[in-house]
């Protein structure tokens, strides 16, 4: 099996993550990722603050998520 080439970058901010420049006129912090999920199964938003972020680069690409202490994917060993 070939492992997919890209690298997880995970940082802490205890504060929260502040919403991007263009989000500005939303109050507070990114929303945690794992509404999507949580919606799919008819549950209600989460509303813990996020201090993760995730950043996976994939060939280039970064892909961005934002989550809570408690819905912190699992991390690769
Ligand atoms: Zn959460």
Redesign the pocket.
Same mark, same amino acid.
């Given at each position: 099996m070939t492992r997919k080439r890209s690298t997880k970058t995970v940082d802490r901010n205890p504060a929260g993550w502040p919403l991007a420049e263009y989000d500005r006129g939303y109050p507070g912090v990114q929303k !945690?990722r794992?509404v999507l999920d949580r919606a799919a199964k008819g549950l209600l938003p !989460?509303d813990?603050l996020t201090v993760w972020r995730v950043r996976t680069s994939t060939r280039g690409l970064v892909a961005t998520g934002y989550? !809570?202490d408690?819905?912190l994917p699992q991390q690769a060993p």
């Open positions: !945690c794992s !989460c813990e989550f !809570c408690q819905h």
